[in-house]
């Protein structure tokens, strides 16, 4: 029997709701962006032509009613909503659109009572503008945040906040840095420092840290850093001075130092040393007169002191025993006192340094006194009782600064017996975990290196590795100079940075030794 179709199987299946969705959202949001374009346009073209009409006071074509209808209220039609996909949201730029009995849109006012809606015009674009600005805020947070800064949201949102952003992204900079060191790779812990002390140049912990990975290699940059950091931090600008004498110390560089110490001295008369050096160094006298003739004039002492440098650089050395056999005024500064004993070994007068010492070495500190004790006892070829004097500092108390001490005497006149009973001492009493033993250690590196003991220079070279955890492999650059001798190719500058916490003393035993060696 053959089956025909029936009615009811020609009946149309509804379409399924995904296939409409998809007919009519992209229609629901070409309609809603159109209307969203033309609200912009209106809060300001419409708002501006009403405000017009107003003006005239009715006159003239209203810029929003049809012209052919009666301009009566709830009878007259909009021609300004006609072209919007949905007229309810043409509400949102002039409330006066309304519906009547029969649901036809009409103006809710006579044509002399339509008029502009300000206020809502700028609460509308103010809020949209607030609405753009915090969703690229909020873009530019999660942006910032997924790179690695730690910016926060008010920092970011909150214009007069903004600089925080730089120094969260500083801090970025700062970590990497870390991360860097604890790989040991110095190179680009320098950099991420560069990076993170220009976008945060108030941060002086980053830049001193800056200043001391540049200097070896990178002079400039340091001196460029340390300068910054002297103007931007002047309640700092003493300890700024001062590491950065350290760093110019290292690198010879003189000329610097003597403009440094110069500029210093006037605050801080224990910078006159230190321009003493370097101006012998470079040969400058013209700043030390410039510093005697400045107003107001420096302490008395130290114009004795520069006055005194003067007459024997003009004296030569024939001419300064003449001026270093002389008595000292009655009671004297401290620094006058070692300025001139030292000037009188220097000189090659020991009996005399010996006499000074006798009469006015009660007013210098402990420490320099006995410097120059020793430097007098080796002048005069007494190593017995310069032994003995020393055994007596190192039974009292084995410290940091009586190992430098003792270790610069030994750098500017080696003696085997003295360096054994040093290193004895340091092996018998170890040095205190408080106290500075980079500088201590590496203080016995030299003087082992200027004795050419290179069994006690690799002993210290292993604890400055244990002191450091790190291989330190830059002490190989300064056992090569040592191990050179006079026919040495590695200069003293890059010997002296490669030795980290050299103490400033011993850096000066050090120019002194290479000048011997020359």
Request: glycine share 6%.
């Amino acid at each position: 029997m053959q089956n025909f179709p029936s009615d009811h199987d020609h009946e149309e299946k509804p379409p399924h709701w995904l296939t409409v969705l998809a007919l009519t959202l992209p229609r629901m949001v070409l309609g809603w962006a159109g209307d969203s374009g033309r609200l912009l346009v209106g809060l300001i073209g419409l708002n501006f032509r009403k405000t017009l009409f107003r003006l005239r006071r009715g006159r003239g074509r209203c810029p929003c009613q049809n012209p052919s209808d009666s301009g009566r209220a709830m009878q007259t039609s909009c021609d300004a909503m006609l072209s919007w996909s949905r007229p309810i949201r043409f509400r949102r730029l002039c409330p006066l659109l309304r519906q009547n009995p029969a649901g036809e849109w009409r103006c809710s006012v006579d044509t002399a009572d339509v008029r502009p809606f300000w206020g809502r015009a700028f609460a509308y674009l103010g809020g949209g503008i607030a609405g753009l600005y915090l969703a690229a805020a909020l873009a530019a947070f999660l942006f910032l945040r997924i790179v690695g800064y730690p910016v926060t949201i008010p920092a970011v949102a909150w214009p007069p906040a903004w600089h925080q952003i730089d120094r969260a992204r500083a801090q970025y900079f700062t970590a990497k840095a870390e991360a860097a060191l604890r790989e040991n790779n110095s190179v680009a812990a320098m950099m991420a420092l560069s990076q993170s002390y220009q976008l945060d140049p108030s941060n002086y912990d980053v830049g001193r840290m800056l200043a001391q990975f540049s200097q070896p290699g990178w002079g400039d940059t340091a001196n460029r850093v340390y300068q910054q950091l002297m103007r931007e931090h002047p309640e700092r600008r003493g300890e700024t001075a001062a590491a950065w004498f350290l760093a110019l110390l290292s690198r010879g560089d003189f000329p610097t130092i003597v403009t440094l110490a110069a500029d210093r001295v006037a605050a801080d008369p224990a910078w006159l040393n230190a321009l003493l050096f370097a101006s012998r160094r470079t040969g400058d006298s013209d700043v030390l007169r410039r510093l005697l003739a400045v107003r107001p004039p420096l302490p008395p002492y130290v114009s004795q002191v520069l006055t005194l440098e003067l007459e024997l650089r003009a004296a030569g050395p024939a001419g300064a025993p003449r001026l270093l056999e002389r008595s000292l005024a009655p009671s004297p500064a401290p620094f006058l006192v070692y300025y001139f004993t030292d000037r009188q070994l220097r000189a090659g007068l020991p009996d005399a340094a010996l006499l000074t010492l006798k009469t006015y070495g009660g007013v210098m500190a402990p420490r320099d006194r006995i410097e120059l004790v020793l430097a007098t006892y080796a002048a005069e070829g007494w190593e017995s009782i310069a032994r003995s004097q020393v055994e007596q500092l190192l039974n009292a108390d084995t410290n940091p600064p009586a190992v430098e001490l003792v270790c610069a005497q030994l750098i500017r006149n080696p003696d085997p017996a003295m360096l054994d009973a040093l290193f004895a001492a340091v092996y018998r009493r170890p040095l205190p975990k408080n106290g500075d033993l980079l500088g201590a250690y590496t203080s016995l590196f030299c003087a082992a290196g200027a004795e050419g003991d290179w069994l006690r220079l690799q002993a210290a070279a292993a604890e400055l590795k244990s002191l450091t955890r790190t291989q330190f492999t830059s002490l190989d650059v300064a056992e090569a100079y040592f191990r050179a001798g006079r026919q040495g190719s590695v200069p003293l500058a890059r010997c002296l940075r490669s030795l980290p916490g050299l103490p400033i003393d011993v850096t000066y035993a050090m120019y002194d030794y290479a000048d011997r060696r020359k």
